[in-house]
């Protein structure tokens, strides 16, 4: 088996890279871990910035996103009782964000890719990497009871923060830059109509809260949660009466219950390997990087990653120019960069850190008062959270 760009892992930066590259002439293959069921159904990320909602409509990839994909102004932020809205258009030149599951954009990618004919292998295994320092890789792996090996150009490593592709770059060249937090994510999705018409964001004495949603018809909603937290150990009462109490304040407002559809844990951490190439390897989303949720920023730097390669796979195939490849990495890390700190910052504005004193407290408050009352600081919330453009 031969092809020019072979992918790794057939997440938001793997899928939409094939599909970029298909549409360029470029030929890929793709290979999955899992089932189509399974990463059509994972439920994760739900924000779109509106780069990422032009990519995917400008690739031919955004009908359903355009009917079915809930376009937002603004988030709250709740803190001392009260709700603060931020609104976006005002203050990035007419900028919104798109609510739309990241499963319906897997599924919206998986799609068109099984439409074009192009070969997507799900349920691969004993993904084996070799030659990304010379002119002639290959991956080995083991697919349908066989063994195969594909020989290709350049390998896109878009398996997310567990895949074997990082691990291919030898520590003496990878740099290393991490924080984990001291708490967690507990999510769930509920069947309940959205109680209100975009994100809350609450801080509160015991702890953070987010209020989502995916569709007219479900909710999302997370609390934060001990780093070491079971799902399991929070019943669907438990789980109302946490949010109730944190999202509570002067207007009454509290989320609209229903059936919990899913409930799962998530750690929080910040992490960049860099550089993201190495000889004809190149890492691109959560394989190079996480962020925490709080900035909803982890599947757009995915879709932008696939948006940077692409366009020097382009350029490398047209024309044989080399530069985009070489400066793929510092391009692809200036948006890395600033999302990890809009992240970092979001997550240390909004949740309650175990042992934090007094001082600490206080500081948070007199931040959180002056981004809602400060045009400056919430033109600077406005602009990241919707998506620098640098
Ligand atoms: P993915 O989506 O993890 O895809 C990697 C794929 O590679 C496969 N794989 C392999 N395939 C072949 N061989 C191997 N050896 C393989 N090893 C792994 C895996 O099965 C998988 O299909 O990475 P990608 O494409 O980089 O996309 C990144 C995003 O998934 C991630 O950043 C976001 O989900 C993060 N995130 C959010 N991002 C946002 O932009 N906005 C949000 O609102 C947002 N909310 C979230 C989030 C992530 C969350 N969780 C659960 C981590 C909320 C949550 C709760
Ligand atoms: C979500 O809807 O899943 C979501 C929204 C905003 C975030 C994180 C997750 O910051």
């Known amino acids: 088996?031969?092809?020019?760009?072979?992918?790794?892992?057939?997440?938001?930066?793997?899928?939409?890279?094939?599909?970029?590259?298909?549409?360029?002439?470029?030929?890929?293959?793709?290979?999955?871990?899992?089932?189509?069921?399974?990463?059509?159904?994972?439920?994760?990320?739900?924000?779109?910035?509106?780069?990422?909602?032009?990519?995917?409509?400008?690739?031919?990839?955004?009908?359903?996103?355009?009917?079915?994909?809930?376009?937002?102004?603004?988030?709250?932020?709740?803190?001392?009782?009260?709700?603060?809205?931020?609104?976006?258009?005002?203050?990035?030149?007419?900028?919104?964000?798109?609510?739309?599951?990241?499963?319906?954009?897997?599924?919206?990618?998986?799609?068109?890719?099984?439409?074009?004919?192009?070969?997507?292998?799900?349920?691969?295994?004993?993904v084996r990497i070799a030659g990304v320092e010379g002119d002639s890789p290959s991956i080995r792996f083991r697919h349908a009871g066989g063994e195969e090996t594909l020989a290709c150009d350049f390998i896109a490593g878009c398996d997310g923060f567990h895949g074997v592709c990082r691990g291919v770059i030898p520590a003496s060249v990878l740099t290393v830059h991490e924080r984990t937090y001291p708490f967690a994510w507990l999510g769930i999705l509920a069947n309940a109509a959205p109680a209100h018409d975009e994100l809350i964001y609450a801080h509160h004495e015991r702890g953070?809260?987010?209020?989502?949603?995916?569709?007219?018809?479900?909710?999302?909603?997370?609390?934060?949660?001990?780093?070491?937290?079971?799902?399991?150990?929070?019943?669907?009462?438990?789980?109302?009466?946490?949010?109730?109490?944190?999202?509570?304040?002067e207007d009454g407002w509290a989320p609209h219950e229903g059936p919990v559809l899913e409930k799962g844990v998530t750690g929080m951490r910040s992490f960049v390997a860099e550089p993201m190439r190495f000889g004809r390897l190149f890492l691109l989303g959560d394989a190079a990087h996480i962020v925490p949720p709080t900035g909803a920023k982890g599947m757009n730097l995915a879709l932008g990653d696939a948006r940077v390669l692409a366009e020097a796979l382009q350029a490398f195939y047209g024309s044989g120019d080399k530069e985009g490849l070489d400066g793929y990495s510092e391009r692809a890390l200036a948006r890395v960069w600033r999302a990890e700190h809009f992240s970092w910052w979001m997550t240390s504005m909004l949740h309650r850190f175990p042992g934090d004193d007094s001082f600490h407290h206080r500081l948070q408050m007199s931040q959180l008062r002056y981004v809602v009352a400060s045009r400056a600081a919430a033109t600077s919330l406005a602009e990241n959270y919707v998506g620098w453009q640098g």
């Open 1 to 126: 088996m031969r092809t020019q760009v072979a992918i790794v892992g057939a997440g938001p930066a793997g899928l939409m890279l094939g599909h970029l590259l298909q549409r360029a002439g470029i030929d890929t293959v793709v290979l999955e871990a899992r089932s189509r069921p399974y990463i059509e159904q994972r439920v994760r990320a739900g924000v779109l910035e509106q780069g990422s909602v032009d990519l995917l409509v400008g690739a031919g990839v955004g009908d359903r996103l355009q009917r079915e994909g809930l376009v937002h102004d603004g988030i709250e932020l709740r803190f001392d009782r009260r709700g603060h809205r931020i609104d976006f258009p005002s203050l990035t030149q007419g900028r919104r964000i798109t609510v739309y599951g990241q499963q319906e954009v897997v599924k919206d990618l998986v799609a068109a890719r099984i439409a074009s004919g192009a070969p997507l292998h799900f349920e691969v295994s004993d």
């Open 208 to 249: 953070f809260a987010l209020f989502s949603m995916r569709s007219p018809t479900v909710t999302r909603l997370y609390l934060q949660v001990p780093p070491d937290e079971e799902a399991h150990a929070w019943s669907d009462d438990r789980i109302w009466a946490e949010l109730r109490r944190r999202f509570q304040g």
